[in-house]
Structure formats: structure tokens, C-alpha cells
């Protein structure tokens, strides 16, 4: 009895991966994958939630996009064959932008590496926070008048 148990558990793990082996096998041929790290150009500190853009490099249309982990990796599945651009943006930080990828048949992945974002300095100019009171304020019972205004 308990022997067959374990054979029925280890038939059901069996085919739960065989499934999930297959669907990931399914995933690679649906197109070409693009990955990489983004990282702080200084501090080499990974960047988490910086923004992966695909561009056709032929037209400009987005293709697809992505988000870091908070380990600053990113991966991106089923792009289409063909040549490509990508863009990294992250906000403080200048954009990188990479022109030169190809897909195709014989190689379906391409491996940016790490991605070192420099942060962006901007100078504002000055601003004055004002705030002002009503020189009369009615109460119930009263009248008020704020003399620091005046």
C-alpha cells in the first residue's frame, strides 16, 4: 500500500516537471531572448526597477520591455528575429542606448552584459516655498486678526 502511494507521488512529481521542462523549452523557441545587469557606474551597486526598452531598428516600434530585478538583472523573452535596439533609462540616471543587436536563427540570445548607468547632475535654480494666512479669520463667538501679516 504505502509503496504504491510513493509510486503514484513520484509519477505526479515526474510529469509536473516533464511540464514545466517542456513549457520552458517552448518559451526559448518562441523567439530570441536579450539579458543583462544594470549597475551604478560608481558604487557598481546593482539598479533595481530601471527600465529595458526593444526597439525594430528598422522602424522604431517598440517591440517589448522589461523591468530589473532588485538584483539589477533583467531578461527578456520572445523577441522576434531580426535586427534590434535597446534602450536603458533609469530616472537620475543618463540613458544607454545599444544599436548593434542582431537575432537570428543560429544565434536566438544576445547577452548585453553588465550596463553601467552614470548618474545625470542637474543644477535648478533656487525656489521660494511662501505660504501666507487670511488677515481675518471668524470664529463662532469671534473675530480674529493676524497681526503677522501686517
Known amino acids: 500500500m ?3 502511494v510513493l509510486r503514484g507521488v513520484m509519477a505526479a512529481m515526474l ?7 517542456a513549457s ?12 543583462g545587469k544594470v549597475v551604478d557606474s560608481k558604487s557598481q551597486a546593482p539598479i533595481e526597477y530601471a527600465t529595458v526598452a526593444v526597439y525594430n531598428a528598422t522602424d522604431n516600434s517598440v517591440v517589448s ?3 530589473t530585478s532588485p538584483s539589477g538583472d533583467f531578461k527578456i ?3 522576434p528575429m531580426g535586427r534590434l535596439r535597446a534602450e536603458v ?3 537620475g540616471y543618463n ?4 544599436d548593434d543587436i542582431v537575432l537570428s536563427d543560429t544565434q536566438k540570445s544576445y547577452h548585453i552584459g553588465k550596463i553601467a548607468l552614470v548618474a545625470s547632475a542637474e543644477s535648478l535654480q533656487e525656489v521660494e516655498v511662501r505660504g501666507d494666512r487670511k488677515s481675518f479669520e471668524y470664529r463662532i463667538d469671534k473675530k480674529v486678526v493676524n497681526v503677522s501679516n501686517q
Open 95 to 98: 540613458s544607454q542606448k545599444f
Open 89 to 91: 533609462s533609469f530616472l
Open 65 to 67: 520591455g522589461a523591468v
Open 24 to 35: 520552458a523549452i517552448e518559451e526559448v523557441d518562441k523567439g530570441g531572448m536579450l539579458s
Open 77 to 79: 523573452t520572445g523577441l
Open 15 to 21: 510529469w509536473g516537471a516533464s511540464l514545466f521542462m
Open 2 to 4: 504505502k509503496n504504491s
